[in-house]
């Protein structure tokens, strides 16, 4: 079996980094194809041996990166493509059809109730999002919450399917050593209270909130890892509340595991998320964790994350948590239930079941054009 994943940019992100993951636990041949910005998961994914072609696609609106995308899904003879993020889905979607593939996979990451990608939902998004569904075999939702909003939209029941996006447990768990290391790379002193938070640097994750909030809770420090268009108004916050010294802007790291290792809580202050992998990887290091939105502990019985707390919309709120948090005792570092039950294991089988079921069982789309001659197959 062969197939293709395209994708609309393989910087560092969740959805990205959780297709390097994904990738590593499917037992199929697998190729990728970026359409833009082919940044260091691509060179990730070149190192664990797969093929990664760069689109070169210059926007929204540059048509000329279809019939590039038919031929080389052409040229590749896949028989399964699986589309991921927005833009890549709608490309993905049509270009595959052309081929004539007959059996197309989208995983929906970053939908939520008002905003999809971190960018508003207007009515055209959803227009076309929806025109482009059709040509699809199914609809993956990486949780219960998502499948709830593909299917309001009208997305048909049968074609989405819930696989979770998924962790490695294992890599996550503290490091003392990296704890120290870290701590004294950053001039962070050993017993320092650090806060911290991961995710693009964009104004639906609220890192304001979390600035104001440290602001007010004097010797307390905030780590921030990840990059965004909004560095510059954030860390002219922070100097604004006199904490332009307790704030580290850390960039876009690679090393999320030792950066969590470095906290003694984790706080995700966005107002939307479509599944919330950042809190996950954060309970997989045995951090307590404050959120405000996260349909990954949503969706899950009651009890599977002790020492998580769901807070609001108020930055007073969350330095009053963040003082209770100091004053406890730290725990032992052991992950909650809920980061075992996220396993990227589990993502890879069930994704792989799917990619079974859809290939002995492909849906009849009238107008699809299949292969002059037979796919070969592997």
């Known amino acids: 079996m062969r197939a293709l994943h395209v994708i609309t940019g393989l910087g560092i992100g969740g959805a990205e980094q959780q297709l390097r993951l994904l990738l590593g636990r499917l037992p199929l041949h697998c190729d990728v194809v970026t359409l833009t ?33 038919v031929r080389v899904i052409r040229e590749g003879r896949y028989d399964l493509v699986h589309t991921h993020l927005y833009r890549a889905c709608v490309y993905g979607r049509i270009a595959a059809h052309l081929a004539g593939v007959r059996t197309l996979v989208a995983t929906e990451h970053s939908l939520g109730a008002a905003e999809i990608e971190g960018r508003p939902l207007t009515r055209a998004t959803r227009a076309l999002y929806l025109a482009t569904e059709r040509l699809g075999s199914a609809t993956v939702a990486v949780s219960e919450t998502v499948a709830a909003r593909l299917r309001a939209w ?16 294992d890599r996550f768990r503290f490091d003392p050593a990296a704890r120290s290391a870290l701590r004294a790379e950053l001039g962070v002193q050993p017993d320092d209270f650090v806060v911290g938070g991961v995710g693009r640097l964009v104004p639906g994750k609220r890192f304001d909130l979390l600035i104001r909030a440290v602001a007010d809770l004097p010797g307390a420090r905030l780590l921030l890892a990840g990059d965004g268009p909004e560095r510059p108004a954030l860390s002219a916050l922070a100097a604004g509340l006199r904490a332009g010294d307790r704030v580290h802007f850390l960039g876009a790291r690679a090393d999320v595991p030792e950066v969590l290792s470095a906290l003694d809580v984790f706080v995700s202050p966005s107002r939307e998320e479509a599944f919330g992998l950042a809190v996950v990887e954060a309970l997989a290091a045995g951090l307590p964790v404050l959120y405000r939105v996260c349909p990954a502990l949503e969706d899950l019985p009651p009890g599977r994350a002790p020492g998580s707390l769901r807070i609001g919309d108020s930055a007073g709120e969350l330095t009053e948590e963040l003082r209770k948090r100091r004053r406890a005792a730290p725990g032992l570092r052991e992950p909650p239930a809920a980061a075992a039950h996220y396993s990227i294991a589990a993502a890879g089988e069930r994704l792989t079941a799917l990619y079974e079921r859809l290939l002995a069982d492909p849906p009849h789309h009238p107008t699809h054009h299949h292969h002059p001659t037979e796919r070969a197959r592997s």
């Open 37 to 69: 910005n082919p940044g260091p998961v691509a060179d990730g994914l070149r190192a664990d041996g797969f093929r990664v072609t760069h689109l070169r696609m210059g926007g929204n609106r540059d048509l000329g990166a279809l019939p590039r995308l």
């Open 154 to 169: 009208g997305v048909p029941a049968h074609r989405v399917h819930v696989v979770p996006n998924g962790v490695d447990a």
